[in-house]
T-cell receptor, first 113, second 113 residues
């Protein structure tokens, strides 16, 4: 079945620096790649997503890049702020297979003021 | 207001005492799913449902049951809870094919003694 690996598990950056989180997946039929942010004690919420026919997508300070050949996608956060501190999860979904919605193990991002 | 509602939010129970965690969504979503969240393991899918009367196992279904008799409801049943089912549980819903985004409930923290 699908396997999603996420790295790093923890990441500390200085305020204003950039943060990059990477995920790799195994099922080539996967075609939807979202990223979720979970603040402490809260539910996960979608922050950005990308579909398999697109290589990059940006939304203000966050961006996601997808390399379908290498089966990896990354979340980029620029000009980090303290409120970016949270756990970030990547996920993989396929509409042509099992319809499982598989999450990575999460990255705890700490932005140091 | 569009939402996913889980109950109870917190529960302490004892080994072997059957319990049900309810989940209801008011967004007419076809797709509903249950996840458990454990430190270092991310969000692991327990069961999911593509529509009424259609359910499938996720990655960690052992010890759990689900049913989907109505589109809006997707209860999670623990027939004989054990301590290794102590976890934070999230219900989520979404459109089956188009958007892919999952909307999460607030979570149910379960402790099995």
């Amino acid at each position: 079945g699908e396997n999603v690996e996420q790295h790093p598990s923890t990441l500390s950056v200085q305020e204003g620096d950039s943060a990059v989180i990477k995920c790799t997946y195994s099922d080539s039929a996967s075609n939807y790649f979202p990223w979720y942010k979970q603040e402490l004690g809260k539910r996960p919420q979608l922050i950005i997503d990308i579909r398999s026919n697109v290589g990059e997508k940006k939304d203000q300070r966050i961006a996601v890049t997808l390399n379908k050949t290498a089966k990896h996608f990354s979340l980029h956060i620029t000009e980090t702020q303290p409120e970016d501190s949270a756990v970030y999860f990547c996920a993989v979904y396929s509409t042509s297979g099992t319809y499982k919605y598989i999450f990575g193990t999460g990255t705890r991002l700490k932005v140091l003021a | 207001e569009a939402q996913v509602t889980q109950n109870p939010r917190y529960l302490i129970t004892v080994t072997g005492k059957k319990l049900t965690v309810t989940c209801s969504q008011n967004m007419n979503h076809e797709y509903m799913s249950w996840y458990r969240q454990d430190p270092g393991l991310g969000l692991r899918q327990i069961y999911y449902s593509m529509n009424v009367e259609v359910t499938d196992k996720g990655d960690v279904p052992e010890g759990y049951k689900v049913s989907r008799k109505e589109k809006r409801n997707f209860p999670l049943i623990l027939e004989s809870p054990s301590p290794n089912q102590t976890s934070l549980y999230f219900c989520a819903s979404g459109y089956r094919l188009y958007t892919g985004e999952l909307f999460f409930g607030e979570g149910s923290r379960l402790t099995v003694l």
